[in-house]
């Protein structure tokens, strides 16, 4: 199975500060690799697929890339209504599994 | 809008199986496009994708879970169901059922998620 790492498990910053959270998956999953945001009481919604997608409606200012084993996630200027969890998650075809990253709590510094 | 609403029990006694469905609106659950999945949250812990389904019934599941669920659809009623047998209290969740795109595996809808407490 893959595992996902995913760090910082939590970060403090202040509003409009660059905020990078990053993906480590123990096998090359080419840019299958997508992130969530969850704020609390909610269901996760998706902000990224394929690595660097942003979906549609998502503001500009959340980013992903890379590809393989390596993942990041930006967000190029913190706002207050960003404090979330943000999550990985990853897909697999042999054989057909998913797995979510441990969560980043983003809070406000 | 495409809608998702998870139904079901809220409390299930330990060793008894968890029966979950989810009702999908605004759209066919019979697309070639789309998996439909459910997804778990343990309080104050993080995502654990349980099982996904294809409209012909085509299943995969969490290899960590996979002898106690089973996921079934209906298309004629548009929904999917979640069963998980022998449920212990590490079983308390919040479930969530989803959309999954296919050709870039990527869940875009979700429902709001249902509280499952087992106890007894």
């Known amino acids: 199975d893959i595992q996902m790492t995913q760090s910082p498990s939590s970060l403090s910053a202040s509003v409009g500060d660059r905020v990078t959270i990053t993906c480590q998956a123990s096998q090359d999953i080419s840019n299958y690799l997508n992130w969530y945001q969850q704020k609390p009481g909610k269901a996760p919604k998706l902000l990224i697929y394929?690595?660097?997608n942003l979906e549609t409606g998502v503001p500009s200012r959340f980013s992903g890339s890379g590809s393989g084993t390596d993942f990041t996630f930006t967000i190029s200027s913190l706002q207050p209504e960003d404090i979330a969890t943000y999550y990985c998650q990853q897909y697999d075809n042999l054989p057909p599994s998913l797995t979510f990253g441990g969560g980043t709590k983003v809070e406000i510094k | 809008q495409l809608q998702l609403q998870e139904s079901g029990p809220g409390l299930v006694k330990p060793s008894e199986t968890l029966s979950l469905t989810c009702t999908v609106s605004?759209?066919?659950?019979?697309?070639?496009?789309?998996?439909w999945g459910w997804i778990r949250q343990p309080p104050g812990k993080g995502l654990e994708w349980i099982g996904s389904?294809?409209?012909?019934?085509?299943?995969y599941y969490n290899p960590s879970l996979k002898s106690r669920v089973t996921i079934s659809v209906d298309t004629s009623k548009n929904q999917f169901s979640l069963k998980l047998s022998s449920v212990t209290a590490a079983d308390t969740a919040v479930y969530y059922c989803?959309?999954?795109?296919?050709?870039?595996?990527?869940?875009?809808?979700w429902g709001q998620g249902t509280l499952v407490t087992v106890s007894s």
């Open positions: 605004g759209g066919s659950i019979s697309s070639s496009s789309y998996y």
């Open positions: 989803a959309r999954l795109f296919v050709v870039a595996p990527h869940f875009d809808y």
């Open positions: 389904i294809y409209y012909s019934g085509s299943t």
């Open positions: 394929d690595a660097s």
